[in-house]
C-alpha cells in the first residue's frame, strides 16, 4: 500500500506570508512530484524531482520553490503567498520505470 | 505537445446502470494510458493502467478500459454502478519519451444517484 503523506490538509493564511507545503513518502520512491489542481481543471505539474538534489520545474510556471535533500521528503515554499496561489496541491511519487504515481491525501491553500 | 480530452465534465447515472466515460489523447509516439479516481477531499487513486499488450484494461472496483490505438482512445467502463462510484475520474497520458511525466484531462464528474 503507499504511505504518501502532505501536511497541513488545509491552510488559510495572509497575503505575504512565507509558506511550506510538506510531502514526505515512505516507500523509498525516487521520483516525486507536485501538482496544483484547481476546480473543475486538469492537474498541472509544477515541479518533480528525480532524486535526491534534484529538482526541474514542471509544465505550469509557478513561483513556488521545492528542495530535495532526502528521498522521502520534497518539500513546497512559498516566500511570499498571495491569492493567486489559492489553489489545491498535490504530491506524488512513484518508482522507477514506467508506472502509476501515488499521491497523497492534498494541501488545500487559501490566501486571503 | 500532448494533449488529453475527458469529452463529458460531468456524468449523472442511476444505481446498477452502465457507465463509460470517455477519453481521447493525440500524441504522435507510444503512450502509456492511465484512470485515476479522486474521492472528495482526497487524493488521486489509480483504478488502472495500460503499458502494452492486451488491448483491454481490468482495474479495481469493476472497471475497465479499452485502449484504441486508431482512434487514439481510453475509454473507461463500467457494466452496473454504486453509489460509492460517485467521485471524480481523471485519465492520464504519459508519453514513452516524457521522463516520466503525466498528462492529465480535466476530469469526469460521475455522480450515481439511487
Known amino acids: 500500500e503507499a504511505d504518501i503523506y502532505q501536511t497541513p490538509r488545509y491552510l488559510v493564511i495572509g497575503t505575504g506570508k512565507k509558506i511550506t507545503l510538506e510531502c514526505s513518502q515512505t516507500m523509498g520512491h525516487d521520483k516525486m512530484y507536485w ?4 476546480p473543475g481543471m486538469e ?3 509544477i515541479h518533480y524531482s528525480y532524486g535526491v538534489n534534484s529538482t526541474e520545474k514542471g509544465d505550469l510556471s509557478s513561483e513556488s520553490t521545492v528542495s530535495r535533500i532526502r528521498t522521502e521528503h520534497f518539500p513546497l515554499t512559498l516566500e ?12 506524488a ?5 514506467v508506472g502509476e504515481q501515488y499521491f497523497g491525501p492534498g494541501t488545500r491553500l487559501t490566501v486571503t | 505537445a500532448q494533449s488529453v480530452t475527458q469529452l463529458d465534465s460531468q456524468v449523472p447515472v442511476f444505481e446498477e446502470a452502465p457507465v463509460e466515460l470517455r477519453c481521447n489523447y493525440s500524441s504522435s509516439v507510444s503512450v502509456y494510458l492511465f484512470w485515476y ?10 483504478l488502472l493502467k495500460y503499458l502494452s499488450g492486451s488491448t483491454l484494461v481490468k482495474g479495481i472496483n469493476g472497471f475497465e478500459a479499452e ?11 463500467k457494466p452496473s454502478v454504486h453509489i460509492s462510484d460517485t467521485a471524480e475520474y481523471f485519465c492520464a497520458v504519459e508519453r514513452g519519451c516524457s521522463n516520466y511525466k503525466l498528462t492529465f484531462g480535466k ?4 455522480t450515481v444517484n439511487p
Do not use: E, I, W
Not at chain 2, 37 to 46: A, F
Open chain 1, 93 to 97: 511519487s512513484s518508482v522507477a520505470g
Open chain 1, 80 to 91: 511570499s503567498a498571495r491569492p493567486s496561489h489559492t489553489s489545491q496541491y498535490l504530491c
Open chain 2, 67 to 77: 485502449f484504441n490505438k486508431s482512434q487514439t482512445s481510453f475509454h473507461l467502463r
Open chain 1, 43 to 45: 492537474l498541472h505539474l
Open chain 2, 37 to 46: 479516481v479522486q474521492y472528495p477531499n482526497q487524493g488521486l487513486q489509480l
Open chain 2, 107 to 110: 476530469g469526469t464528474l460521475l
Open chain 1, 35 to 38: 501538482y496544483q489542481q484547481d
